[in-house]
């Protein structure tokens, strides 16, 4: 594995990626955090679900999934193409899971556990692809962005939880195509 490889599983590449397009979209650090982190974790549970590793979540009675209410976002924030719920709070907008705002520093904990020693050198990449790109614009391109980079790994089941390799060159390389 040369220098300009990291080999880490998807979700904390996702993870960081929202939490980079979130700031380059205008929010905070601390909240960008946590909208990176609900955001990775709820394509988590989607891309679970199709491999049927999670169930689904039971029908209502007109078939589809349940309502739910009082989860308590105030309001949804869309990123990298999936809605993110939100609460406002003394300390800025949080994502929440199950009307709980979450923790920045839970989710910079998470980052540097899984990036490790990589974690500056990987942001900084993904910043610099971020900043190729208008606010207004990026946000139709960042999923797609991320499709084109994120670290390969095995189809199906067997690639669940399996680590690939983030190139940062290539990272580098869309910025230059932007």
Do not use: H
């Amino acid at each position: 594995m040369g220098t300009s490889t990291v080999m880490i599983n998807r979700a904390p590449v996702l993870t960081l990626w929202g939490a980079v397009v979130a700031e380059r979209l205008g929010y905070e650090r601390d909240e960008a955090l946590t909208l990176g982190k609900v955001m990775a974790g709820l394509q988590a549970q989607t891309k679970g679900r199709m491999l049927g590793i999670y169930k689904a979540p039971k029908k209502g009675p007109e078939g589809g999934p349940p309502k739910k209410v009082g989860l308590g976002e105030d309001f949804w924030v869309q990123l990298c193409g999936r809605g993110v719920p939100v609460k406002n709070t003394d300390d800025g907008i949080r994502a929440v899971i199950k009307d709980k705002p979450q923790d920045p520093a839970k989710a910079q904990k998470y980052l540097e556990g899984k990036f490790g020693d990589d974690l500056d050198r990987v942001r900084e990449a993904m910043e610099e692809l971020a900043a190729a790109f208008e606010p207004e614009d990026l946000e139709d391109v960042a999923y797609g962005l991320y499709e084109d980079f994120r670290p390969k790994i095995a189809r199906g089941k067997r690639g669940w939880g399996q680590k690939g390799e983030l190139d940062l060159d290539l990272l580098r390389s869309l910025t230059e195509k932007a």
